[in-house]
């Protein structure tokens, strides 16, 4: 592999700015590895970068806002950096990321994982790079594996999208829906034990659809990875609520060595006429059995959910059963997004629009039902014994962790149990910090 060259003598350094999901984290961890198999190291404290590589979401408006702000801040401050664009951004509109000053490499979801090759192609040529395969095109899956910000490994088991929600782009940035090979999905987990990876989070775009294009099933890359030797700990990041089965669940609460209690579901709205209209592949029934599956079989599991407020055909009417359905399941926390209308979605076609000071209402209602489920399911494990697995904080006077059923505890710094699973006591939540409980490692 030959190693890439700049004009000056000094080795080029990288950074990476990532936004959106965990999957778009590992999948820009991936690029930085594959850069550094060409030499290039990734910046350091207050290095100047020679290339900067900017991984972009496009889940809503304000997304597309934060890439372009993001995109220009950099260019005003690494006058002389290489800058590579890619992500959903720049596959949905990759003219207007190309049309920024300063932006050199624009690569779509396709693209992505060969940036590599573009940047070492960008330097022998010197001409502007703007390469976006159409999104139904996209057929090849690029695996990752990548350690996150901090001791977890994020691995990528499918990519891409084929239920067309009337209301998301997704399945218009990142392509048809497509998975791993079970064999090479372990092989990508062994190594990441052999790094000393202790926990895997399993990403995706739609993770319960894995298989339907190879012929294997979920469940069965849920059995190969529990086998392997070394990884503690595997968490599902999110998954349908049509797509995780009864027959999953009983396999994840009786037969598993190492899957979490600790589930992510999105509801989007409880209300069957809005769901209808966003085009979702369940219903409030069905929704509500999946929670109470996991709560009758794990009743300690951390169930979070996402629901979206203010959506187009959101009357008063169906806010109200949405909002009553959501306070009556036994979840753990509420993720909540307001409706951003996306340019080229069905939903635009969808009557009656949900002003933005009443979506603000909504938003800030089911924030604070949110709250207080996270502080009941807190109080619920006040002095109670969970393992932990621990990882460094930036002070250096303290460790965090989440327990196995996703309680994030912070305790005071024991060097010798970083990276490592051990029992520890909750105490009481953290009054300055909601989302934490404090604890003592045992
Ligand atoms: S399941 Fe629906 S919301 Fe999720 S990525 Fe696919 S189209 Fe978008």
Redesign the pocket.
């Known amino acids: 592999m030959s190693n890439i060259q700049f004009q000056t003598n000094k080795k080029p350094k990288a950074a990476y700015y990532t936004l959106g999901c965990k999957l778009n984290f590992a999948e820009t961890s991936a690029i930085g590895r594959a850069l550094q198999e060409k030499g290039i190291e990734r910046v350091s404290g207050s290095e100047t970068p020679d290339i900067c590589v900017i991984n972009t979401c496009s889940v809503t408006e304000t997304a597309d806002k934060k890439g372009r702000q993001l995109i220009r801040r950099l260019v005003a401050r690494h006058p002389q950096a290489t800058v590579v664009v890619t992500g959903c951004y720049a596959q949905l509109k990759p003219r207007e990321v190309a049309a920024i000053e300063g932006v050199d490499i624009v690569l779509g979801s396709n693209e992505k994982l060969r940036a590599a090759e573009y940047v070492e192609r960008w330097l022998s040529e010197r001409h502007n790079i703007m390469e976006v395969t159409p999104p139904l095109d996209i057929t090849i899956f690029r695996p990752s594996c990548e350690r996150g910000e901090r001791t977890r490994y994020f691995l990528k088991v499918q990519d891409g ?1 084929d ?3 009337t209301y ?1 782009t ?2 218009y940035a990142r392509g048809r829906s497509r998975s791993g090979r079970i064999a090479d999905l372990t092989e990508q987990a062994r190594r990441a034990a052999a790094e000393g990876g202790r926990e895997i989070v399993i990403t995706g ?2 993770i319960g659809d894995f298989g339907r294009d190879t012929g294997e099933a979920f469940l069965d890359l849920l059995k190969a990875l529990d086998d392997v030797e070394g990884i503690e700990r595997y968490r599902i990041s999110s998954i ?1 609520p049509n797509l995780i089965t009864d027959k999953a669940l009983r396999w994840i609460a009786e037969e598993s060595r190492a899957f979490m209690p600790h589930f992510h579901i ?1 509801l989007q709205s409880g209300s069957d006429a809005v769901l209808r209209l966003m085009n979702r592949r369940y219903d409030t029934t069905l929704f509500r059995h999946r929670i109470e599956t996991i709560v009758s079989l794990m009743p300690d599991a951390f169930i979070g959910i996402d629901i979206i407020a203010g959506a187009r055909g959101e009357t008063e009417e169906e806010w109200q059963r949405s909002l009553d359905f959501t306070a009556s399941l036994p979840v753990s926390r509420c993720h909540v997004f307001p409706y951003s209308e996306r340019p080229g979605t069905k939903a635009l076609g969808i009557d009656h629009i949900v002003s933005q000071e009443e979506k603000h209402r909504r938003v800030a209602m089911l924030t604070s039902l949110s709250e207080s489920k996270l502080a009941g399911f807190h109080r619920r494990f006040e002095g109670a014994t969970r393992p932990v697995l621990w990882e460094n904080s930036a002070d250096g006077r303290l460790m965090h962790g989440h327990t196995d059923n996703y309680i994030r505890v912070e305790a005071p710094l024991r060097e010798e149990l970083l990276n490592r699973v051990t029992p520890a006591r909750l105490l009481q939540a953290d009054a300055s910090d909601p989302e934490t409980m404090k604890a003592q490692a045992l």
């Open positions: 999208c239920y067309f929600c998301c997704i399945p775009v739609n349908e999105p």
